[in-house]
């Protein structure tokens, strides 16, 4: 068991060291927002991101994204449209693993019937604004407050020091065992074997 214990405990030192290969998708939500001057806990925006962190300076930028997702709308990088012929242009975009996470993203749609709008800047606010026919143009906006909750999975890459913490008490498990199994063998009483 211990055996198996330390096994998990070593990988997660590999994989968590400084330099070690990054994920290549995470998934993230910011939930809770003021709007109109009211927070309110159930608003959510919600969405994915790939790419890899390819100069390895634990920073994932904008052009080393494969994709990016922001509610329902799907950007591959490199194209303009997001899937549904919605026009997107991401600007700004930043994901550092410790886990900050920045973006601007600029949308709209229009066709014989409809127009909508939006921006969305990752830690102040999404605003946006359509219609529908000939009626009249309405408009949201949502600020984000210090109770704005982010999530983000995989969760972020512990600091350097935590990992140097790590592997200092990996260290100090796998002598502590050692030591235990010597202390265990010198108690144990040699009994002859009768021949």
Same mark, same amino acid.
């Given at each position: 068991?211990?055996?198996?214990?330390?096994?998990?405990?070593?990988?997660?030192?590999?994989?968590?060291?400084?330099?070690?290969?990054?994920?290549?998708?995470?998934?993230?939500?910011?939930?809770?927002?003021?709007?109109?001057?009211?927070?309110?806990?159930?608003?959510?925006?919600?969405?994915?991101?790939? /790419? +890899?962190?390819?100069?390895?300076?634990?920073?994932?930028?904008?052009? %080393?994204?494969? #994709? $990016?997702?922001? =509610?329902?709308?799907?950007?591959?990088?490199?194209?303009?449209?997001?899937?549904?012929?919605?026009?997107?242009?991401?600007?700004?975009?930043?994901?550092?693993?410790?886990?900050?996470?920045?973006?601007?993203?600029?949308?709209?749609?229009?066709?014989?019937?409809?127009?909508?709008?939006?921006?969305?800047?990752?830690?102040?606010?999404?605003?946006?604004?359509?219609?529908? /026919? +000939?009626?009249?143009?309405?408009?949201?906006?949502?600020?984000?407050? %210090?109770?704005? #909750? $982010?999530?983000? =999975?995989?969760?972020?890459?512990?600091?350097?020091?935590?990992?140097?913490?790590?592997?200092?008490?990996?260290?100090?498990?796998?002598?502590?065992?050692?030591?235990?199994?010597?202390?265990?063998?010198?108690?144990?009483?040699?009994?002859?074997?009768?021949?």
């Amino acid at each position: 068991m211990w055996k198996h214990s330390m096994a998990g405990l070593a990988l997660a030192a590999v994989t968590l060291a400084p330099g070690a290969q990054a994920q290549t998708g995470w998934s993230y939500s910011f939930t809770g927002f003021e709007s109109e001057g009211v927070f309110d806990p159930a608003l959510q925006i919600h969405g994915f991101f790939a /790419g +890899s962190d390819s100069n390895g300076d634990g920073i994932l930028e904008q052009h %080393e994204l494969r #994709r $990016f997702s922001w =509610n329902d709308m799907l950007l591959e990088l490199g194209d303009e449209y997001c899937w549904g012929g919605i026009y997107c242009d991401l600007s700004g975009f930043r994901y550092s693993l410790d886990g900050q996470l920045d973006f601007r993203l600029d949308w709209r749609y229009s066709d014989d019937m409809a127009f909508s709008s939006g921006t969305t800047v990752a830690g102040s606010f999404i605003e946006s604004a359509g219609s529908v /026919g +000939s009626g009249a143009v309405t408009g949201r906006l949502w600020r984000w407050t %210090e109770q704005t #909750r $982010f999530v983000i =999975n995989p969760p972020p890459v512990p600091e350097p020091g935590q990992s140097a913490m790590l592997g200092a008490g990996l260290r100090r498990a796998a002598a502590w065992r050692v030591m235990r199994r010597r202390r265990d063998s010198v108690r144990e009483p040699h009994t002859a074997t009768p021949t």
